[in-house]
């Protein structure tokens, strides 16, 4: 059969998408980019916002057409929004044959096989043990860049948020699976692998929530485990929950060399009322505490966060305290989300009461302040020489090139002849523009 996948939502959905991929791909089915040429489509959908799903369900719903002119096309939903809906997502979307939620993904295969030989309309929803499955395969594509799911689920409960309702209960992958997986991954071309999880920082402690020992970090442990593999370039990591930076996590990340010096460490609020409202366990001072300790470790660290504005209640105050503390951390990226409700999750039984016009004020304000920041701190990079990781040619002029340093900055460049993608190179940064610098390689 040839399969069509398209993906909704975040980096975790993307590499699920690419595990189910290749897992057909094992089972001797072929992979198309077309809709039209495929014979089963595959929506990966998302939960996490509303227009998320409103957008999944407006594209199945317009390839109501193929299936008329073509009804021998099998079109699935999976992934968290089918999860959440379940059947309900079968009688919304009649022409839809099958829903399969994020707990018995790793039996797609089998699924699509069975619904397509009895042409039976189902959803599977079930929770399973076994969803660790197939999380490790991929389809090597000679890429350079690489994601491995290291935990799946999340047992955090923050209120705002239903990736525990649709992902399920926080697993951690054995060590030594995701260590073969990443050398596999290098010999395969791969010189930068990103490390995925809800909460990557949980890694390996059993779903325990609280703040680890100072001496207990099994994620630093598998850092340092990967930081050995010869060939691979550079390791990062998303998301981390920031109470897990115990002394010996922060110890790893100073002493591995590969892994970048970029953080994304979500704040969400800086008001202490608002971050208990949301069920997050730190105050903004520990929040700082953490931050002030990795600074210390680590002098060119970089910040980024998730940041949401306008959560029930939430006061002029509350949002001052929010603005203060990211302009105290200098956030290099931020990604701010207006407040809405989501169905399921605990905030959406309060009223959504800070009306959208202030939400957006709020929005435009952090969004003002990151763009001055960010403006100041690539000026500041002027006749520097930094080292970039190549990623090809540049998107908006073909006669450069573009990469990544390890804190996370764009750079533009011309390429030297001979120039491949996942190179290591010196370059020297000679003026900065818009959200990215610009610059000469030296070595
Ligand atoms: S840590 Fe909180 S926001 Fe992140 S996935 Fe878990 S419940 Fe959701």
Sequence with gaps: MKIFIKTYGCQMNERDSEAIGAQFLAAGHVLTPSEDDADVLLFNTCSVRDAAERKAKGKIGYLKKLKDRRPDVLLGAVGCMAQRLGDRLLEELPHLDFVVGTGQLHRIVAIVKEIAQKRNRQSFTEESRDVLVGMGEHAPDGGAFGQIAITRGCNRFCTYCIVPYVRGREISRDQRDIVDEAKKMVDHGVREILLLGQNVAAYGLNGDTRPPADDVSPFGELLEKLNEIDGLARIRYTSPYVTYFSDRLIEALKNCSKVCHNIHLPLQSGSDRVLKAMNRQYTAASYLHYVDKLRAAIDDVTFSTDVIVGFPDETEEDFQMTRDLMNRVGYSQSFIFKYSPRPGAKSALRPDSVPESVKEERNQILLGDLSARVEKM??????????????????????????????????????????????????????????????????
């Design 378 to 443: 690539l000026q500041k990079q002027i006749g520097d020489t930094v080292e970039v990781l190549t990623e090809g040619v540049s998107h908006r002029n073909e006669a450069r090139w573009t990469g990544r340093t390890g804190t996370n900055f764009v750079v533009h460049f011309e390429p030297v002849p001979g120039l491949k993608v996942g190179e290591l190179k010196t370059v020297k940064i000679e003026r900065a523009g818009g959200v990215s610098l610009f610059g000469s390689i030296v070595k």
